[in-house]
Structure formats: structure tokens, C-alpha cells
């Protein structure tokens, strides 16, 4: 039986849980075995429920990605908010990439406050769709796929990214290959207006593959650390 002059209810128990000082309730619990056992019994419950909601309701980067940009339906929406409650490091994640895209907001060529340079890459050689697949038979030969056009090499700086786009069942897809950079720590990643659609890892050696890619003009970003590579106008 509660033995406090004031019996505190589960709000309070689960607030002192979470670290909130509450020195009354403090002093209560030492006298009070039920409170004790009450509390270590919200204690197990809050734990189990915190281990239930990492595995079933975490939600990826990439998704956090969709959250942010307004792309996830409403259902599962709820759900990210409900992790996020209970997640310092998913808010933590949330605010990176707000800023992030913040950051992006407007043509910056240059921004300090971030340390991140910003550059847009130059085609330096590439068909187009207007110059016609005078490569397709070669590279169709070489990679089993028809290709929709040539290699399109561009160019920032000391790097540069070749790409190619081929068929690929209902959809295309984009493969691209970084030199000039420290593999390092870059990731690719696909815009198409403020949406992200994808972002992929560039591998030790400098290619990347971005695959179910629909039809569409994109803007591809080489992203690093401290630089950033965009490829305005990239059609596929
Ligand atoms: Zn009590």
C-alpha cells in the first residue's frame, strides 16, 4: 500500500523517469516500497516500449529525408513523429537535414557560414539527346542495355563525373563514375525540383549506380564534407 501523504499518479513517475528533478518524490520513494515497485514496474514497461518502437518504427536517413521534404503519407507520418518524440538523435538527424536543405535553398555559389563550396559542374563533352546515340551500338555491345545516349562528362574543378544513362527494364538507370575526388565520404544524390529522389553511395573506386530512375530532368549533387558538386539540367 501507497504510503505517501500525496500518492503520485503515473505522469509524475514516468517525468522522474525521465530525469525531471522532483525532490518531494525523491524523498517519497524512500519510504514508499509500492511507489518503488510501481516505478521499476513503468520503468520495465517504458523500456520494452522503447525497444518495440527501434525495431519497428525507426525510420531510415532516406526517409527522414522523404519526412522532411513533405513526401511521406500521412499514416506512416505519424508514426516518424512518434519516433521523433521519443528520439534526441532522430531530431538531431531531422534539424541536420533542414538545414541542409535550407542550405541548398537558392543558387549559393559559396557558403561560409557552412564551410561548404559549392560548385556547378560544366559539360564538357557529351551528345545530348539532339546529337543522337552515336555511341549506343558500342557501349549496347559492351553493356548488354540500350543506352539513351552518350557518356555525358562534366566537369568542376580538379573533378570530374562521367555518366550514362541506360535502360533498364521499365525504367532507367544513371552510372556514374567520380575521379578527382577522395572517394571518401561522397554520396550522389538525385533532385528532381526540392524532392530528393535518391541518394547512393559512391564506392571506393569512384562509381555509383542510381537504379529505377524515371524519365525526367534531375539535378544531380556530388556531395562531400566540405564540397558539393551540382549537375543542373541532367536529363534522363
Ligand atoms: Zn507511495
Given at each position: 500500500m501507497c504510503t505517501c501523504a500525496t500518492p503520485p499518479d503515473d505522469a509524475r513517475l514516468l517525468a522522474f523517469l525521465d530525469g525531471e528533478p522532483d525532490a518531494a518524490l525523491a524523498t517519497d520513494l524512500v519510504k514508499c516500497a509500492s511507489c518503488r515497485e510501481r516505478l521499476a514496474a513503468l520503468d520495465t514497461q517504458q523500456r520494452s516500449l522503447m525497444i518495440n518502437l527501434r525495431q519497428s518504427d525507426t525510420p531510415s536517413s532516406l526517409e527522414l529525408g522523404e519526412y522532411v521534404l513533405g513526401l511521406i503519407p500521412d499514416a506512416r507520418k505519424?508514426?516518424?513523429?512518434?519516433?521523433?518524440?521519443?528520439?534526441?538523435?532522430?531530431?538531431?538527424?531531422?534539424?541536420?537535414?533542414?538545414?541542409?536543405?535550407?542550405?541548398?535553398?537558392?543558387?549559393i555559389e559559396f557558403s561560409p557560414l557552412e564551410r561548404v563550396q559549392v560548385l556547378v559542374a560544366e559539360l564538357v563533352r557529351g551528345l545530348g539527346p539532339a546529337a543522337g546515340p552515336a555511341f549506343a551500338p558500342a557501349l549496347a555491345g559492351l553493356r548488354g542495355a540500350a543506352v539513351d545516349d552518350g557518356t555525358r562528362l562534366y566537369r568542376a574543378g580538379d573533378v570530374s563525373i562521367a555518366l550514362d544513362?541506360?535502360?533498364?527494364?521499365?525504367?532507367?538507370?544513371?552510372?556514374?563514375?567520380?575521379?578527382?575526388?577522395?572517394?571518401?565520404?561522397?554520396?550522389?544524390?538525385?533532385?528532381?525540383?526540392?524532392?530528393?529522389?535518391?541518394?547512393?553511395?559512391?564506392?571506393?573506386?569512384?562509381?555509383?549506380?542510381?537504379?529505377?530512375?524515371?524519365?525526367?530532368?534531375?539535378?544531380?549533387?556530388?556531395?562531400?564534407?566540405?564540397?558539393?558538386?551540382?549537375?543542373?539540367?541532367?536529363?534522363?
Open positions: 505519424r508514426e516518424i513523429e512518434t519516433f521523433l518524440h521519443g528520439s534526441e538523435r532522430g531530431r538531431a538527424d531531422v534539424a541536420q537535414l533542414r538545414s541542409y536543405l535550407d542550405s541548398l535553398k537558392g543558387d544513362v541506360m535502360e533498364s527494364g521499365s525504367s532507367r538507370m544513371v552510372l556514374g563514375l567520380v575521379s578527382g575526388a577522395e572517394a571518401e565520404g561522397l554520396e550522389v544524390e538525385l533532385w528532381q525540383g526540392d524532392a530528393l529522389a535518391k541518394v547512393v553511395p559512391v564506392d571506393e573506386v569512384g562509381n555509383f549506380t542510381l537504379e529505377n530512375v524515371a524519365r525526367g530532368k534531375y539535378t544531380l549533387a556530388l556531395t562531400a564534407p566540405e564540397i558539393e558538386i551540382h549537375v543542373p539540367g541532367f536529363d534522363v
